[in-house]
């Protein structure tokens, strides 16, 4: 039995974490379902993780749910984080690029060198793969996660990357955007959906996120950025797929 929030962690969201995941378990509880005392790590094989039997709750990516993950597991509930210009419960990624880099529009950069987190990430690889794969042209830099993306961008090793939406805040409460700007944001697409089990309580499972996300203590809700919680259908991550990383062409 295990339960995750591997997708937003950070040194300064594990408070947040916890206290949130003490609402969600205690609420579960009171229902007859059993959980987790405590969240465990993020584990090395996200997918087997996630594929658990015994999954409780955990946070995937559009792009492996819709891929590998639907027939395996049950969408709770999709986490609102009220991005600008998204409807509830979705996001975009920011193509950013060094604030001193004369260029400005995501033309400009075709086939410049360009950092991706994963090549199975919908904000850091599918999303823009799918809008405009012509400016994926050029070397590209797998990272292992948003923060070493930007980093790798801020270094100089890459020209630009794409950055999860709700990413792109933490980073900034991290003080970690210094030198970057935003050159564009993708199109909105199903922000990341909590799951559980295929066999999973869902119907108790969302009651109790959402009650867990009313309960959250101000300071709490603003650190993980999260507005309430979203009952999207899974036909809602029912996007193309993305060209492999391999696919598009130096």
């Known amino acids: 039995m295990s339960a995750s929030l591997p997708m937003y ?27 987790p005392e405590t969240l465990s790590p993020p584990p090395s094989d996200l997918i087997a993780h996630w594929r658990d039997p015994q ?14 993950l639907k027939d395996d597991v049950s969408l709770i509930g999709t986490p609102d984080y009220g991005v600008a210009g998204c409807p509830p419960g979705y996001y975009c990624s920011f193509v950013i690029a060094r ?18 987190n994963d090549p199975m990430s919908q904000s850091g690889w599918a ?18 996660g948003h923060r070493q993306s ?10 630009f990357a794409t950055i999860d939406a709700v990413t792109w805040r933490h980073l900034e409460a ?33 009651d109790a996120t959402a009650q867990a996300i009313a309960m959250l203590r101000p300071q709490d809700r603003a650190t993980l950025h999260l507005k309430g919680l979203i009952a999207l259908s899974p036909s809602a991550y029912a996007l193309p797929l993305p060209p492999p990383v391999g696919a598009i062409a130096d």
């Open 9 to 35: 962690a950070t040194p300064l969201t594990a408070g947040a974490d916890a206290r949130y995941w003490g609402l969600i378990r205690d609420g579960l509880r009171a229902q007859g379902v059993d959980a």
């Open 55 to 68: 999954l409780v709750f955990s946070q995937t990516c559009g792009f492996p749910f819709r891929a590998v």
């Open 99 to 116: 604030e001193d880099d004369p260029r400005t529009t995501l033309s400009a950069f075709t086939s410049a060198p360009f950092a991706y």
């Open 127 to 144: 999303a823009l793969a799918l809008e405009a794969p012509e400016v994926l042209r050029g070397p590209r830099l797998c990272t292992g």
């Open 150 to 159: 930007a980093l790798a961008v801020r270094k100089g090793d890459a020209d």
């Open 174 to 206: 991290a003080g970690e955007t210094t030198d970057l700007k935003i050159i564009h944001k993708t199109s909105p697409t199903p922000g990341l959906p909590y799951i559980t089990a295929k066999s999973g309580p869902v119907d108790i499972l969302f």
